[in-house]
C-alpha cells in the first residue's frame, strides 16, 4: 500500500468519524407553518402509552392518499353523519393531538393531524401510521428498504450479478472473493461485515422491537448517542461504508482494471446475497449457526493467500498464483 493510499485512508476514516457525531434533521414544512402546530409543541418527544411519537411530530404521506374525518372522532364512532378530507401522497402531515376512545371497538387510538396546506381531520392510528413515513430521511430510508417487493428485485440482481460474474471470471480465469481470491483481507472483512450487520438486524427485529421503532421515529448517524444495542448496528454500519472504500482501492492496487470490474461486480452480489440470506434466514434462527460456518469458511479461505504468495521475476510485485502476472503479462513457473 502507497503512502498516497494511506493519507486518502486516513482522510476518509477522518472525514467519516466527524460525521459520526452530526445527525441531519429536515427541516420540516409543517414544522415552519405557524397555523400547524404550536411553536412549543414542533419537534416534541412527548409520547403517549409508549408511543415514539406524540404532540408536533411530522409525517409524509407516502401512500396514495389519506381520508380524515373533518368532525370529532366521538361522532363517527357514534355512527352520526360526518364529512372526510383526502391528504394525498406525499403532502406533509403534524400531529395536533392523540386521544384515546374506549368504545372504538376497531382501534380505540384517534390521532388528528394537521397537513401543510391547514387542512385537519382525525383518523385512527391503525389507519394512519401504515400510509405515513417521517419526515426524517433516515426514517424514509429504512421504510424503502423495508419494502417487500424491493427485496424481492434485489434477491434477483444479486442472483443475476452473481451468476455473471463468475461465469466471466470462468472464461477469464479472473480472481473472485473467497475462489481464486487476491491477497487481500478488505473484500473478505467487508462480506463477514455485511453478513454479521444483516444477523446483528434481525435479531433487532426480534429481540429489540421496540428499540429498533425508537430508532426509526427518531433516528440518528451518531452511534455515540444511541443505547448500546444500536450504536453496535449503527457501528457496523459505517464500517461496511470505511471498509468498503479501502476495498476498492485495494482491488485496484491489485487487479487491472477489467478483472477489478468483474471482481467488484462479483463481490456487491456476494454482499447482496448475505444481506438477503442471513437477515432472512435469522428470523427463523438458522442464521446463527449458518453465520459461525460462514466465519470459519471465509477464513480457512482467506489464511492460504495470507501466508502463500509468489513475487513476479520481471516486475517484483506479489501475485497471488503462478503463471501470467496481471502487472506486466510475464509468465511466472
Known amino acids: 500500500m502507497t503512502r498516497t493510499s494511506r493519507y ?3 482522510l476518509l476514516s477522518l472525514v467519516m468519524m466527524t460525521l459520526l457525531t452530526g445527525c441531519y434533521r429536515e427541516k420540516s414544512k409543517a414544522a415552519d407553518a405557524p397555523a400547524l402546530v ?20 411530522n409525517f409524509v404521506v407516502h401512500k396514495d392518499s389519506i381520508s380524515l374525518i373533518v368532525q370529532q372522532p366521538e361522532e363517527h364512532v357514534s355512527q352520526l353523519v360526518t364529512d372526510t378530507i383526502t391528504v ?5 402531515l403534524a400531529v395536533m393531538d392523540i386521544r384515546i376512545l374506549p368504545q372504538d371497538s376497531i382501534d380505540s387510538v384517534w390521532v388528528q393531524v394537521i397537513s401543510e396546506e391547514g387542512s385537519s381531520g382525525w383518523t385512527r392510528e391503525s389507519a394512519l401510521l401504515p400510509n405515513v413515513v417521517p419526515t426524517d430521511p433516515i426514517s424514509q430510508f429504512i421504510m424503502f428498504f423495508s419494502d417487500s417487493h424491493l427485496i424481492i428485485a434485489l434477491c434477483i440482481i444479486g442472483l443475476l450479478i452473481v451468476v455473471y460474474a463468475l461465469r466471466t471470471a470462468q472464461k477469464r480465469q479472473a480472481p473472485i472473493v473467497h475462489f481464486r481470491d487476491i491477497p487481500s483481507f478488505y473484500p473478505t472483512l467487508l462480506c463477514l461485515i455485511v ?6 438486524y434481525a435479531s ?5 422491537a421496540d428499540q429498533w421503532q425508537h430508532f426509526y421515529y427518531h433516528p440518528s448517524l451518531n452511534p455515540f448517542a444511541m443505547p448500546p444495542i444500536l450504536a453496535i448496528f449503527l457501528a457496523s454500519v459505517w464500517g461496511m461504508l470505511v471498509v468498503g472504500v479501502a476495498t476498492v482501492e485495494d482491488v485496484r492496487h ?5 478483472d477489478a470490474v468483474i471482481y467488484l461486480a462479483g463481490l456487491c452480489g456476494v454482499c447482496a446475497a448475505l444481506y438477503i440470506v442471513f437477515s432472512i434466514s435469522t428470523l427463523y434462527y438458522i442464521g446463527y449457526p449458518l453465520l459461525v460456518l460462514y466465519v470459519w469458511f471465509a477464513i ?3 489464511k492460504p493467500l495470507h501466508t502463500d504468495h509468489y513475487i513476479c521475476g520481471n ?7 503462478k503463471g501470467e502476472c496481471p502487472y506486466c503479462g510475464a509468465y511466472n513457473e
Open 8 to 10: 486518502i485512508y486516513f
Open 38 to 57: 404550536d411553536s412549543t409543541l414542533a419537534d416534541s418527544s412527548i409520547t403517549m402509552q409508549g408511543r415514539h411519537y406524540g404532540v408536533g411530530y
Open 88 to 92: 394525498k401522497h406525499d403532502q406533509q
Open 195 to 200: 453478513a454479521c450487520s444483516a444477523t446483528f
Open 204 to 208: 433487532l427485529q426480534m429481540f429489540g
Open 254 to 258: 491489485h487487479l487491472q482494471f477489467e
Open 300 to 302: 480457512r479461505k482467506y
Open 315 to 321: 516486475c517484483g510485485k506479489r501475485i497471488y498464483k
